[in-house]
């Protein structure tokens, strides 16, 4: 099956300084790629994703990238907020199944 | 999304007791899941269901059973619970957008074994 690491586990950084999150993947057949926000006490959302036809897809602040060759990809979140922090999910799945394999999170942290 | 609920949100109980969780879904989404979120390990599957009446495990379905006799329901039940069943679980259910199966969970049900 599929196997997704991500990393770092937390992160903390200045209001206003850039914040990367990186997860590999090990199933080259995996070609779509979301990013889950999940606020404390909340239910992980949805807030972008990217296919594995794109190398790069970006949303005001947010941006992913997909490098699948390496079979990594990136979340980059710019000009941070602290309404950012939150953990953060990769996930990886297959186009003709069903199944979603998520990273273990990454714990955001913005100080103001 | 007031699309998936589930219920109860808040559950305490004790080893050995039986439990069950409830999802609902007003999409008509054909496919559902059960995930459980414990600290480290992120977002565990533990069953999923392709339709009404079809069933598949997933990573960690021991202890767990589930049923789908309608497309909107898809109750996860602990049949004995343990203390290690202690968890967060949320129900999620995915839709076709431009080719990708898109997941939205439910507001999660946490659940406390005693």
């Known amino acids: 099956g599929e196997n997704v690491e991500q990393h770092p586990s937390t992160l903390s950084v200045q209001e206003g300084d850039s914040a990367v999150i990186k997860c590999t993947y090990s199933?080259?057949?995996?070609?779509?790629f979301p990013w889950y926000k999940q606020e404390l006490g909340k239910r992980p959302q949805l807030i972008i994703d990217i296919r594995s036809n794109v190398g790069e897809k970006k949303d005001q602040r947010i941006a992913v990238t997909l490098n699948k060759t390496a079979k990594h990809f990136s979340l980059h979140i710019t000009e941070t907020q602290p309404e950012d922090s939150a953990v953060y999910f990769c996930?990886?799945?297959?186009?003709?199944?069903?199944?979603?394999?998520f990273g273990t999170g990454t714990s955001l942290t913005v100080i103001p | 999304d007031a699309g998936i609920t589930q219920s109860p949100r808040y559950k305490i109980t004790e080893t050995g007791r039986q439990v069950t969780l409830m999802c609902h879904q007003t999409w008509s989404h054909s496919y559902m899941f059960w995930y459980r979120q414990d600290l480290g390990h992120g977002l565990r599957l533990i069953y999923y269901?392709?339709?009404?009446?079809?069933?598949d495990k997933g990573e960690v379905p021991d202890g767990y059973v589930v049923s789908r006799s309608k497309t909107e329901n898809f109750p996860l039940t602990l049949e004995s619970a343990t203390r290690s069943q202690t968890s967060v679980y949320f129900c999620a259910s995915s839709r076709q957008v431009s080719g990708a199966n898109v997941l939205t969970f439910g507001a999660g049900s946490r659940l406390t074994v005693l």
């Open positions: 996930a990886a799945s297959k186009r003709t199944g069903n199944q979603f394999y």
């Open positions: 199933d080259s057949a995996s070609n779509y």
């Open positions: 269901s392709a339709a009404a009446d079809i069933t």
